[in-house]
């Protein structure tokens, strides 16, 4: 989301707070402090909770240490470091069932299901148990909660020491209603192990089977542990406890606080923003309930109820309400100047909405660090502006065409077809301000410094601007928009071929077209030079020329074990085999302590590991615009990668079915497009029939393919240079210089 204006001052705060990212306001120590100085307190939770740390907790209740010699044995371990990214998950399948496995993943959900049925009631009782299990998942996806809970039973008796089967109950349980048998499978678990993994989980578990139940106070004190001793979750317990704040009375002024913190660990947290707004518009804060929910309506802009609250809320402010929202906004040119390396050119259109779809302007603003000229394409140069003059684009309605006017709205140029503004020493640089849209939720209007030209194409009904710039000018950009935390060299420099090939790429494929790529692509995001500074073209410089063959280009922020490919981001294989049950437990692994891409913070997980939970009517309600299903009922993947990436999703209702046939339309129906990747399995929890909430469990970001950023940062830091990072994740791929001509 676009950054806080701060009153039209020149401005470059490059972690400026934002509806769904916000400044972190609290380290870990102040989190811990906030929650035992207040929400403790207001809570009631027994003193026992009181004592536990995240270094010095026993990870097993001390009741269970009598019960069985398993759990004896492991009372006495600490939550440090090495229990934490400590994984006790095996991923064996007897081979009859990895054969079945193998139509799950090629989008035959019925023979899939109906394969494993054969092998149900088979003599081997360890066969007869792992197919149950999978029977379990499948049919929990199909809405069949009873055969679910028959065949999890089933597979609980036939291997009653598996621990994952005990947990698989209990969530099963848990997405009956039957709460209270949820709750006995988690204290079970404990009984079978003593690992974080399935702790963690089960107290999860248990902490939504308190919360759905009604008793808030036990829920919050199982959120209590979580919130201390598991960074992986923080934001969705953070969610959580702000939700059990917000309703209990004598904690509600702590609601905000947890929320904060649950977007600060994870921007992504669309339920945390919605409650935000809606607490905000409780306390009357009209200007935070206005940014809040025009951020909702940006992501959801079909949604009826946000479109009330936005019409209410622009009414309120007027004129000024964009004003409010969060849009970078500047003065003057902040860079000035930049050296300019020839090189193909890329056409970028400008303020592009999610789709990719370039923004229809009505009005800008431009002023040049140097001196610019604009030249009409039949009648060449018309006008020079000055250094540091500000000039106005102005699609004029009367005419159709689009106006060029001074700082006092004197029209110094028309043209109803395409313009040029261009500098006259390339070095210098152009920045478009203020830019006003007749949907202002679509794009991120956010000014930005440009080098290269700036094209107008007046439209139907406004105009479009494409930047015309080279690759190479364009490369430190696109790195500042994506690379946040990287900062080794190799890594960044191994980011900047991918960028350049992929750049190439788009210029050959699309040639033909007005612009080659938008502002806010699937691989490129452009927020302007002025995010620039010096590692970025360092990183460009060093690595120029180079660019990949014989390999499709991506990235990708965050990585967990395993990429869509199958390349592993750590030194030890997990052992990895498909198949719907192992799918749920790759999700419940803890992130190894050789994850390549593990952040510094153990607070900020939220990019390898997540959860979240959306409201049924949401996703009814996204569904209905384009199908009327009813009722949700069932939500079953139709469509998955060999090792269990979700393609295609369909929705079942009471009136019918919907398909989303791609990951992002999946993504937007079940989370207005927030979810962080295609990698997930879902916890639907149902009230009889039909589904209430639906709970995601998923692992790091994107589709996993191409370079994982912060991976490639863990490589970087262990000694491997750019060309090697890029062979580690492209092992396929060719490395050309275009200066030589050689390749490697």
């Known amino acids: 989301m676009p950054p806080i204006p701060l009153g039209g001052t020149p401005y470059r705060n490059l972690t400026a707070c934002r509806p769904l990212g916000h400044c972190i306001w609290y380290n870990l120590y102040m989190r811990r402090y906030i929650f035992f100085a207040g929400f403790l307190v207001l809570f009631g939770v027994g003193a026992g909770f009181s004592q536990t740390t995240a270094a010095d907790s026993n990870v097993l209740p001390a009741q269970t240490v009598s019960k069985a010699s398993l759990a004896a044995k492991h009372a006495d371990s600490k939550l440090n470091e090495t229990v934490l990214h400590k994984s006790v998950l095996n991923y064996s399948l007897p081979a009859e069932l990895a054969e079945v496995a193998q139509k799950c993943a090629a989008g035959e959900p019925d023979e899939c299901y109906f394969s494993y049925k054969t092998f149900e009631n088979a003599a081997d009782s360890k066969l007869a148990a792992a197919a149950n299990l999978e029977l379990s998942v499948l049919s929990l996806q199909r809405g069949l909660v009873k055969q679910a809970l028959s065949y999890i039973n089933r597979a609980c008796e036939l291997n009653p020491d598996d621990p994952f089967m005990e947990l698989t109950r209990g969530w099963t349980y848990l997405a009956a209603g039957k709460y209270k048998k949820a709750r006995k499978s988690f204290d079970d678990l404990m009984y079978l192990t003593a690992d974080f993994e399935y702790v963690s989980s089960s107290k999860t578990g248990n902490a939504l089977s308190w919360y759905l139940s009604g008793n808030k106070e036990k829920s919050a004190a199982e959120w209590q542990y979580l919130y201390t001793a598991n960074p992986y979750n923080i934001s969705f317990v953070s969610y959580m406890l702000g939700k059990i704040a917000a309703e209990m009375k004598a904690s509600r002024h702590l609601a905000p606080v947890f929320l904060q913190q649950a977007l600060t660990h994870d921007s992504k947290n669309y339920a945390a923003a919605k409650l935000f707004a809606q607490l905000a518009e409780k306390d009357k804060n009209k200007l935070r309930s206005w940014q809040y929910y025009a951020t909702l309506y940006s992501l959801d802009p079909d949604n009826k109820q ?120 390339p070095e210098r640089t152009l920045l478009i301000k203020n830019a006003q849209a007749e949907n202002i939720f679509s794009a991120d209007l956010s000014d930005k410094e440009l080098q290269g030209e700036l094209i107008v194409v007046p439209t139907s009904g406004g105009f479009m601007l494409v930047n015309n710039v080279n690759a190479e000018d364009l490369i430190p950009a696109l790195l500042a928009s994506r690379v946040q935390s990287i900062t080794h060299p190799a890594a960044l420099e191994a980011f900047a071929v991918v960028l350049r090939s992929a750049l190439l790429q788009a210029a050959e494929e699309q040639k033909d077209r007005p612009y080659f790529i938008t502002d806010n692509d699937t691989d490129f995001k452009f927020k302007g030079i002025n995010l620039i500074f010096k590692t970025l073209l360092d990183a460009s410089k060093e690595s120029a020329k180079i660019r990949l063959t014989q390999a499709q280009a991506g990235s990708y922020d965050n990585c967990g074990v395993l990429t869509a490919d199958q390349i592993q981001n750590t030194a030890d294989k997990p052992g990895y085999i498909f198949s719907p049950a192992n799918v749920s437990k790759y999700l419940l692994s803890n992130p190894p302590a050789d994850l390549y891409s593990r952040p510094q913070d153990p607070t ?35 469509s998955l990668t060999p090792n269990g990436r979700i393609l295609s999703i369909r929705f079942e209702g009471s009136k019918g079915s919907y398909e989303a046939k791609t990951p992002q339309e999946a993504a937007f129906i079940l989370s207005a497009g927030t979810m962080r990747s295609n990698l997930f399995d879902i916890v639907p929890l149902y009230k009889g029939k039909n589904i209430k909430s639906v709970l995601v469990r998923g692992y790091d970001t994107g589709f996993g393919y ?6 490639a940062d863990g490589l970087a830091k262990k000694g491997m240079d750019y060309k090697g990072i890029i062979k580690y994740y492209f092992p396929n791929a060719r490395i050309l210089n275009t200066t030589t001509g050689t390749i490697n």
């Open 306 to 425: 946000l479109a009330k609250k936005i019409a209410k809320y622009s009414k309120e402010f007027g004129n000024k309400s964009i004003d409010y929202l969060f849009y970078l906004r500047l003065d003057q040119p902040i860079v000035h100047e930049l050296p300019s390396t020839p090189s193909p050119k890329i056409k970028m259109a400008l303020y592009a909405n999610r789709e990719q779809t370039p923004q229809e302007l009505q009005a800008i603003s431009f002023q040049p660090s140097g001196t610019a000229t604009v030249t009409d394409e039949k009648l060449g140069e018309v006008l020079r502006v000055p250094s540091y003059i500000d000039k106005q684009i102005v699609f004029n309605p009367l005419t159709g065409g689009v106006d060029l006017q001074n700082a006092k709205g004197h029209i110094e140029f028309s043209a109803k077809r395409p313009f040029t503004i261009s500098l006259v020493h």
């Open 604 to 638: 900020q997980w939220s990019g390898i590991k997540w959860m979240y939970v959306y409201d049924e009517k949401e996703i009814q309600n996204r569904i209905a615009y384009k199908q009327n299903i009813g009722k949700l009922r069932a939500i079953m993947p139709t």
């Open 706 to 711: 191409g370079l994982c950023l912060q991976g």
